[in-house]
C-alpha cells in the first residue's frame, strides 16, 4: 500500500492562490489515475481534477480554468495549483492513487 501525505492547504483570502502537493511513498510511475477530491462540511465527497499516466486531465465544471494538475513521477509527486479561490472552494482536500490509497486530506479555507 503507498502512503500519501498532502500539503500546502492553509487559510486565504478570495481570489488568492494555493499549491497542494500529494507525496507518496512509492512509484507513481505507471500508475494510471490520480486525482484530488474534496470534502466540504455537510456535503459528499467530490471530484476536483484528475490526471492519467500519459497526462490527460480532467476537471470539475467548478473549478475549470482556475484549478491545474500535474504530477512530477521523478518526484513521485502530485500537485493542484488552484487560482482564483472562492469562498465555496472551502473543504478538506484529498489526493489518491487508483482510487484505493487516500492521502489524510489538508484543510483549505477561503474566507475574508
Known amino acids: 500500500q503507498v502512503q500519501l501525505v498532502e500539503s500546502g492547504g492553509g487559510l486565504v483570502q478570495p481570489g488568492e492562490s494555493l499549491r497542494l502537493s500529494c507525496a507518496a511513498s512509492?512509484?507513481?510511475?505507471?500508475?494510471?489515475?490520480m486525482g484530488w477530491y474534496r470534502q466540504a462540511p455537510g456535503k459528499e465527497r467530490e471530484l476536483v481534477a484528475s490526471?492519467?499516466?500519459?497526462?490527460?486531465?480532467n476537471y470539475a465544471d467548478s473549478v475549470k480554468g482556475r484549478f491545474t494538475i500535474s504530477r512530477d513521477n521523478a518526484k513521485n509527486t502530485m500537485y493542484l495549483q488552484m487560482n482564483s479561490l472562492k469562498s465555496e472552494d472551502t473543504a478538506v482536500y484529498y489526493c489518491?492513487?487508483?482510487?484505493?490509497?487516500w492521502g489524510q486530506g489538508t484543510q483549505v479555507t477561503v474566507s475574508s
Open positions: 512509492g512509484s507513481i510511475f505507471g500508475i494510471y489515475f
Open positions: 489518491t492513487l487508483r482510487g484505493v490509497d
Open positions: 490526471i492519467t499516466n500519459n497526462g490527460n486531465t
